[in-house]
């Protein structure tokens, strides 16, 4: 924890991240924190040891502080992470996780002059207990990131201070998987036959995707137009219960469960259209991706969605939990070939302004605002 840092700029920021995998979350703050480094700022990466996200960093060879953090209770982590910020004359403390807060709070009682920024990516209501209001409180928080205006209006009802609140959308790779090209090899791999449509999703295998609905949604699907093979990429808590389902539902080879694959940018180019079938979604950066791309999409009108996916012009929107109406809503793009990459060229335009350039540009706005 002696390790002295040159700082450049002003301010300085050390990152936190609390989580050891990787998902939606873990992969924003990488994208902020990647960026602002070769932006010569002075920041750091504070992450789990032998994490996904100690990984990364060490892969790309970016300054990382791998520091054990035992759940919200942990001052003793708090203690040494403000006594690095004291060394390290840190401003700003960027948490980018729900555990991460708690860190933060704990590293402001053992250093109040550091300001502080709490990322909200979920559209849960925030739960009652002391804790978990303290995290949102201007007391501890400077300001808290909302990714999306659905997000700053679950938080404004359950009581945060809207002048603590900010909307800043998390942003993607424009380009990242754009030089991927198809190959017979992925059907090949897949078992797909070549004259089936590819409707794909990305998402986590947990409670919140609500792939129940998409798996009762993909059964009424194939009793009406057999050749087409749904594929899931994401792994889970809810893995074995759902393959149970899809078992039930006799949904065979038309149904892939693909598992967790970090080579994401091969499925997006072989998927004819992108499904998230979210119940609540705080904005749903797998939507942005497959966007990207060119894909159309169709998913549910709930959380952040609607502020990327907007009806009939670059996707369509189904209300949540509706298996009839998301069923409805695929076959429309199954039989329109026309309708499907007009969509999806839309789609192609309307994501740039959900470019990691732009969401990049209002974390550094921000930080000069409080810094």
């Avoid at 002003?10 to 939606?24: T, V």
């Avoid at 932006?39 to 996904?52: D, E, F, N, R």
């Avoid at 009939?312 to 793009?333: C, H």
Wanted: net charge neutral.
């Amino acid at each position: 924890m002696k390790t002295q840092l040159t700082s450049i700029h002003k301010p300085n920021i050390l990152h936190i991240d609390s989580e050891r995998g990787w998902r939606g979350g873990q992969q924003q703050a990488a994208y902020l924190f990647e960026h602002l480094h070769l932006q010569g700022y002075m920041t750091m990466m504070a992450c789990q040891p032998k994490s996904a996200l100690h990984q990364y960093c060490l892969e790309k060879q970016l300054p990382c502080l791998p520091i054990r953090m035992r759940g919200e209770w942990d001052f003793i982590a708090g203690y040494r992470i403000a006594q690095f910020c004291k060394l390290n004359n840190i401003n700003i403390l960027h948490l980018h996780s729900a555990h991460a807060l708690s860190t933060g709070i704990w590293v402001k009682l053992f250093y109040p002059q550091v300001r502080t920024i709490g990322v909200r990516r979920v559209d849960f209501p925030i739960q009652k207990n002391l804790l978990s209001q303290l995290k949102y409180s201007p007391r501890y928080m400077n300001r808290v990131v909302c990714i999306s205006e659905g997000i700053r209006q679950v938080m404004i009802n359950c009581g945060v201070p809207e002048d603590i609140l900010v909307t800043i959308h998390s942003g993607v790779d424009l380009q990242k998987y754009t030089h991927i090209e198809k190959s017979p090899e992925f059907r090949n791999t897949w078992q797909i036959p070549e004259h089936h449509l590819i409707v794909g999703t990305v998402a986590a295998l947990t409670w919140h995707k609500d792939y129940p609905n998409l798996l009762h949604a993909a059964r009424k699907v194939i009793d009406h137009y057999p050749n087409v093979t749904f594929i899931a990429v994401g792994g889970g808590e809810d893995e074995a219960e759902l393959k149970a389902l899809a078992i039930k539902l006799n949904l065979g080879n038309h149904f892939i469960f693909a598992g967790f694959n970090k080579e994401l940018g091969i499925f997006y180019n072989h998927f004819d259209m992108f499904v998230l079938s979210s119940v609540m979604e705080g904005l749903g950066t797998s939507i942005l991706d497959a966007q990207a791309v060119g894909l159309p999409v169709i998913a549910c009108r709930t959380g952040g969605i609607p502020e990327a996916v907007f009806d009939n012009e670059n996707g369509l929107l189904v209300p949540p939990q509706n298996s009839e109406a998301l069923a409805n809503a695929i076959l429309t793009l199954l039989c329109d070939e026309k309708k499907r990459h007009a969509l999806g060229k839309h789609a192609q335009e309307t994501v740039k302004s959900f470019s990691i350039e732009h969401t990049v540009q209002k974390n550094v706005r921000l930080y000069q605002e409080i810094g």
